[in-house]
C-alpha cells in the first residue's frame, strides 16, 4: 500500500457512487483500540505507518489506554530448554463473575535472568551477569545495555522514569552484598544509565559522603518518578530519577525492609509499606509515607491473617509481592 492511499480522498465504488475514504487520524484512533500484536505487523503497511505507529504521540495515546486495562506479570522458568517464560493476565473485574482468567504468554529469555523489581509502564529489566537489558514483553523488544565489569560483584538493576522529562532510567549498583562476614570492603558502585538517548556508557554516581555503603537491596519500585527499594532494617533508599541523586528515608518502627515477609507498595501514590509477622501473631500491617522531607509514617490498617493461614505461612515462607490496581495486597507462597 502506497502512503498516499493512506490520505482522505475521494473514489469511485462498483455503482460509479463517489464515496471518501476514512481519514487516517480516524483510522489510527482505532488502531490504537487494538492489542499490540496486530498494531506491530500493521507497521509493515507502509513507511507513514511506521513512522506515525513509533511516534511518541502514538505510543503515549496506547499506554494511555492500556493503563485502563491492567495485566499481571509472572515468570516460570523451564529447566529442560534452559528459558525463562514471561507471561501476562488480565486483572479480574470484580464486576465479572467469570472465575477463569486467562494467561498469554508473551516472550521467553534465558533462565537465568534475574528480574528484582516492578514493572514500570509494562517495562522491566532484568540482568544475566554482566549484561544488562530492558524488556518490553507486549512488543517482545529487547534493548540490550552496555556490559558493566562487575568484577565478582553482584548487579543489582532498577528501571525508574522520570515524567517530568519523559525518560526512563535503569540505577544500577555492584557490590559484594555483605553476606560473607569476612568482606570488608564491599566496592560498592552507583551507575546509570538513560534509555533513548545518545549515550554510549554507564554514567557513575556518588552517594552522600555521610551515608555508610549499603550491603543488601531488595525488591524496587518507582512512584513520582523515585526508585524506592529497601537496604535495611529500617531503611529505604530513595533514588531520584531525575536528578540522579540518592538518599535515604528512616521506615517505620519495627519494619525489615529487606525482609521477605515485607514489601514496599504504590498507595494512592505515595510509599507504603506492607508487612506481616508469621511467627508471632500472623498481623499484617501497612505504613504509608505522608512527608518525605520529615520522613512521617502513618499506620492506615493493622488486620489479623485468618488463623487458617497461620501455618500456611510459617511453613511454605509466603512472600508480600505487591498490589494490584484495586489496592489488594498479594501474597504468593515461595517455590
Not at 107 to 127: E, H, K, Q, W
Not at 234 to 250: C, N, Y
Not at 253 to 273: H, P, V, W
Request: neutral net charge; hydrophobic residues 35%.
Amino acid at each position: 500500500m502506497e502512503d498516499s492511499q493512506l490520505s482522505p480522498s475521494r473514489n469511485l465504488d462498483q455503482a460509479g457512487n463517489s464515496s471518501t475514504n476514512i481519514p487516517f487520524d480516524l483510522t489510527l484512533e482505532i488502531v490504537s483500540r487494538l492489542p499490540a500484536k496486530p498494531i506491530i505487523r500493521f507497521q509493515a503497511v507502509s513507511k507513514l505507518w511506521f513512522s506515525t505507529i513509533r511516534s511518541k504521540n502514538f505510543t503515549d495515546s496506547f499506554l494511555t489506554r492500556s493503563k485502563t486495562r491492567p495485566r499481571l506479570f509472572f515468570t516460570f522458568k523451564h529447566f529442560d530448554s534452559r528459558k525463562r517464560f514471561i507471561f501476562s493476565a488480565p486483572e479480574r473485574d470484580n464486576n465479572d463473575k467469570s472465575s477463569t482468567v486467562v494467561a498469554r504468554h508473551d516472550m521467553a529469555i534465558s533462565d537465568v535472568a534475574y528480574i528484582r523489581s516492578l514493572p514500570v509502564n509494562g517495562l522491566f529489566c532484568y540482568t544475566r551477569g554482566d549484561s544488562i537489558a530492558v524488556c518490553n514483553p507486549t512488543t517482545r523488544q529487547i534493548v540490550k545495555l552496555p556490559d558493566v565489569e562487575s568484577n565478582g560483584r553482584d548487579v543489582y538493576t532498577r528501571l525508574g522514569y522520570d515524567p517530568v522529562q519523559d525518560q526512563y532510567k535503569v540505577l544500577c549498583v555492584m557490590m559484594f552484598d555483605g553476606h560473607d562476614a569476612n568482606q570488608q570492603d564491599i566496592q560498592q558502585e552507583h551507575f546509570v544509565f538513560t534509555l533513548s538517548s545518545q549515550q554510549k556508557e554507564w554514567r557513575k554516581i556518588d552517594i552522600t559522603k555521610e551515608e555508610d555503603p549499603y550491603r543488601h537491596m531488595k525488591g524496587g519500585i518507582c512512584i513520582d518518578g523515585a526508585i524506592h527499594y529497601g537496604v535495611l532494617y529500617r531503611k529505604i533508599a530513595r533514588f531520584d530519577v531525575r536528578t540522579e541523586k540518592i538518599e535515604f528515608i528512616q521506615g517505620p518502627e519495627d519494619f525489615n525492609a529487606i525482609s521477605c515477609y515485607s514489601t514496599l507498595i504504590n498507595y494512592q501514590g505515595k510509599l507504603a509499606c506492607v508487612a506481616f509477622d508469621p511467627y508471632c501473631n500472623t498481623e499484617m500491617g501497612m505504613y504509608i509515607l505522608q512527608d518525605v522531607e520529615k520522613q512521617e509514617w502513618s499506620s492506615i490498617i493493622t488486620c489479623d491473617v485468618p488463623s487458617e493461614w497461620g501455618d500456611l505461612f510459617e511453613k511454605e515462607r509466603s512472600l508480600c509481592t505487591g498490589k494490584i490496581h484495586t489496592g489488594e495486597v498479594m501474597i504468593v507462597l515461595r517455590g
